[in-house]
């Protein structure tokens, strides 16, 4: 458990300001048995229950609902760990669990709301301690752990919103004999992650039309997809332009999510700042959708697909705002079933199967130790590495920062030392070819950076796959298993 400072002592000494008399009396209504806590909110014991908790018994009024939904997958870029209680999504002092890759926190005043000051004191005396999460059996009555809280977490984020919109229309799949090659528009397009997919998938690419201002990003794909067609920012994009290169039969975007993740306490929201840019996908969306009428199709008979990502550390509000405009809900990906990190994203599309389980194929690298460079001495000290982002300190493990991997110099006395990790082998994280982000001399820190942006490509591959039945297809090019 975290170490109680000066200052957190005082907040200790004065908890019982942060917990009201309500909670206090129905949560010993509920310890004395006089109250079933199913009929309580675990985060303000409001009696207007909205749902069940996901992770615990009891359950979570409106708003508490909305927090958790804004504030669960909350984390810190220093450590990795929760950012806010994972019972009330709430709470300024909390404990950190001591189990290694666990990242769960705890506050001090929903302990002892629900469990008591004797179950606050206990877990305050301990040096190490192991959250509810990670030993159920040992959670203190009257909490207890739901068997099927990973389930239910994703199927929580994975609900629809709100408003309920018309199904998307998924056109039927074309004869082998009518399959043309695919014509791609890429907006916010990075390193080109959506093109290495599809060419691994073995899609023949007649035209791939890329949308960045990222210099250095350009000069990745310019350097390994030299037909690709560059068109710089997004907001210049005119229809004009759009109609001397269509038609297009896929359209890819991630726009920047700075200003949308609550990760950033400065964030402008959707309609300021880099945020707005959603409404230039947007914009490029409505007019290269085709029309009710197949007459008004921008592609004519041709099939058109389109896929949005973006981070789920966005507000609910922001979700429903992108859902609404989009008119459709968003599934949850997590890059961690096909690759050796996590990697949780909103994506919305019209793609076939999105929802579908996410099954590692031959080949993909799904541990750590799969990842890192041969006969080079080095060791994984983690099976699955946090979401990597952008910023250096991201790469390391735990609130305690350790190095992911250990490496034996092979210099005799020479102890082993921690390392972080390769840029070759975050490639591979990726699913990057590798060397891939090894141009123009660029530094070790602005390949992380490019790489942290990007998407996870076994995921896009995965989305992607089922338009194999719509497009035509050539020898697929060897992964990233094979080239590196």
């Not at 068109?231 to 269509?246: A, M, P, T």
């Not at 300021?272 to 197949?294: N, T």
Request: net charge negative; charged share 25%.
């Amino acid at each position: 458990a975290l170490p109680i400072s000066g200052l957190m002592a005082a907040t200790l000494d004065n908890r019982t300001t942060s917990i009201t008399k309500l909670e206090r009396e129905r949560f010993e209504e509920v310890r004395s048995g006089e109250k079933d806590i199913r009929t309580l909110c675990l985060g303000c014991a409001s009696l207007k229950v909205k749902m069940e908790h996901p992770l615990f018994e009891g359950g979570l009024c409106s708003g508490c609902k909305d927090s958790f939904l804004d504030n669960y997958y909350l984390f810190d870029d220093d450590d990795g760990t929760q950012m806010y209680c994972a019972i009330c999504s709430d709470g300024m002092e909390v404990f950190l669990c001591d189990v290694t890759g666990c990242p769960r926190a705890f506050c001090y005043f929903c302990v002892e709301k629900i469990c008591g000051k004797e179950e606050l004191d206990k877990i305050t005396a301990k040096t190490n301690w192991n959250c509810f999460l990670c030993e159920p059996e040992m959670c203190p009555a009257p909490l207890r752990v739901r068997q099927d809280w990973h389930q239910r977490v994703q199927a929580l984020f994975a609900a629809p919103d709100p408003i309920e919109y018309d199904p998307l229309v998924i056109p039927p799949p074309l004869p082998l004999a009518e399959r043309r090659p695919i014509r791609v528009l890429s907006l916010f397009d990075g390193i080109a992650t959506g093109y290495v997919a599809l060419k691994n998938l073995g899609f023949d690419v007649e035209l791939y039309v890329a949308a960045e201002i990222d210099c250095d990003a350009v000069r990745v794909s310019s350097v390994h997809h030299s037909d690709i067609t560059h068109l710089g920012d997004v907001q210049k994009i005119s229809r004009k332009k759009l109609n001397e290169l269509g038609p297009f039969d896929l359209l890819l975007g991630g726009s920047p999510c700075t200003e949308l993740s609550v990760a950033n306490p400065q964030r402008k929201g959707i309609y300021e700042g880099s945020g707005r840019l959603f409404f230039e996908y947007y914009r490029i969306f409505e007019y290269l959708k085709p029309c009710e009428a197949d007459s008004c199709s921008h592609n004519g008979s041709r099939p058109f697909f389109w896929l949005f990502e973006n981070v789920m550390s966005m507000t609910s509000n922001v979700r429903s705002t992108i859902s609404r405009f989009l008119q459709c809900s968003p599934v949850v990906v997590d890059a961690f079933q096909v690759s050796a990190a996590n990697r949780r994203r909103y994506f919305w599309g019209n793609l076939p199967g999105m929802s579908r389980s996410l099954v590692p194929l031959p080949g993909d690298r799904v541990t750590l130790q799969e990842c890192l460079e041969p006969n080079c001495g080095r060791t994984a000290q983690f099976n699955k590495l946090r979401t990597v982002t952008t910023k250096q300190n991201s790469i390391k493990q735990t609130k305690a920062a350790l190095f992911p991997v250990v490496e034996e110099l092979g210099i005799d006395d020479a102890p082993p030392r921690g390392d972080i990790l390769w840029c070759t082998e975050l490639e591979r994280v990726f699913g990057l070819p590798k060397h891939y982000t090894d141009v123009n001399n660029m530094s070790k820190q602005n390949r992380q950076r490019l790489i942290g942006q990007g998407w996870s490509v076994p995921v896009v591959r995965h989305l992607l796959s089922p338009l194999k039945d719509y497009f035509k297809c050539v020898t697929a090019l060897p992964s990233a298993e094979a080239t590196s």
